[in-house]
């Protein structure tokens, strides 16, 4: 049975850092390219960043730059989302998501959810004003 768990949501001032992690069951996230996405109450999934499979390559969405870090660990089959000077406006839940390609060349930037196969269940993130 395939599943991503993701897992380090929380509340969290503004300001304030979280790091989330995301867990691969049946599955060896060191394969796939992984992808975080975002989706607030009422708006559409956002992707936020991805990390590719082969050679670490990684990709973030402008608002994110410099503040957010994706890595990865393999011998924990866990990609991480370290989340720094966190606002009120990047409230929502977190998911994690498997790419369907290995090829980075195939992924449409900004990230796309068709793009992606196996979905987490997500982790809610809630920063305070």
């Known amino acids: 049975q395939v599943q991503l768990v993701e897992s380090g949501g929380g509340l969290v001032h503004s300001g304030g850092s979280l790091r989330l992690s995301c867990v691969g069951s049946g599955l060896t996230l060191s394969s796939y390219s992984i992808g975080w996405f975002r989706q607030a109450p009422g708006k559409q999934r956002e992707g936020v960043s991805i990390i590719s499979a082969s050679d670490g390559r990684t990709w973030y969405t402008d608002s994110v730059k410099d503040r957010f870090t994706i890595s990865r660990d393999n011998t924990k089959n866990t990609v991480y989302l370290q989340m720094n000077s966190l606002k009120p406006e990047e409230t929502a839940e977190y998911f994690c998501?498997?790419?369907?390609?290995?090829?980075?060349?195939?992924?449409?930037?900004?990230?796309?959810?068709?793009?992606?196969?196996?979905w987490g269940l997500g982790t809610q993130v809630t920063v305070s004003s």
């Open positions: 998501a498997t790419a369907r390609w290995t090829t980075w060349d195939f992924l449409r930037f900004p990230l796309q959810a068709p793009d992606f196969g196996s």
